[in-house]
């Protein structure tokens, strides 16, 4: 990783096309202004993680899952039809 | 051909169904070829299923979930699937569908391109939207399902 240390207002170029500058400091947080060709992905590295995440927790799902939905809602149904008698 | 799975067993496919994704989805980027597999028994769910490994995820179509979906895509990415009509675009959403089924999610922050005339795919992440990576739609499902889940009470017979 490189490591480079930036003030207020200073920027870094990535290549030739991308360029980040550090628009404004407060306390913990700080505003990352980006440059880029309109084709370049850029998301918070988080969002990433997360959507990496989620594809491979679906890889996991039980075929069993449809009678899941068919009980649960029998279930809820039932419940909901017994609190309208009270 | 024939793709062998644990999900739905032994399937014969024609190549041309095969969907190329060129970078992979997140999570499975060396995994370049994909599927779709109906199954009336997991409707409003399809499967989008890997030729060369043995995964398959469920996926749904974001518009049933959200009927004014409208994710804003740059026309960068359409170039790159060749998209030349809006009717051969198929927009998935993979869904997560944990053993607790009420706590299922879509995820509609970053949908599932695919032109289907083309038969090439791609998993577009989408910044700065309100739509959710874990959309709740149990509500939703079961309300899509209604015709088929049996009440208590009713006559009906397996």
Request: aromatic fraction near 6%; glycine fraction near 6%; charged fraction near 25%.
């Amino acid at each position: 990783m490189l490591v480079l240390t930036r003030r207020n207002k200073e920027a870094i170029m990535l290549g030739d096309d991308i360029k980040i500058t550090i628009l404004e400091i407060d306390n913990d947080r700080i505003k990352i202004g980006i440059e880029a060709p309109h084709a370049t992905k850029i998301m918070r590295a988080e969002l990433l993680t997360e959507i990496k995440n989620v594809n491979r927790e679906a890889t996991q799902t039980n075929l069993g899952f449809m009678q899941a939905i068919n009980d649960t809602d029998t279930n809820q149904n039932i419940s909901n039809n017994n609190e309208k008698k009270d | 051909m024939l793709i062998k799975t644990s999900t739905f067993g032994n399937l014969t496919i024609n190549e041309d169904k095969i969907i190329i994704f060129k970078d992979g989805i997140p999570g499975f980027e060396d995994l370049k070829r994909f599927f779709i597999v109906i199954l009336d028994q997991t409707k409003p769910f399809h499967w989008l299923q890997a030729v060369d490994e043995d995964i398959a995820l469920p996926v749904i179509s974001p518009f049933e979930i959200n009927k004014g979906y409208s994710p804003v895509v740059d026309d960068a990415i359409f170039e790159e699937l060749k998209l030349e009509r809006e009717e051969d675009l198929l927009v998935l959403a993979v869904s997560v569908i944990p053993p607790d089924v009420t706590r299922m999610t879509a995820n509609l922050a970053a949908p599932i391109l695919i032109n289907i005339a083309a038969n090439l795919g791609k998993q577009v992440l989408i910044e700065g939207s309100d739509y959710q990576i874990r959309q709740p739609i149990f509500e939703t499902v079961c309300g899509l399902m209604q015709g088929g889940v049996k009440h208590a009470g009713s006559d009906s017979t397996q």
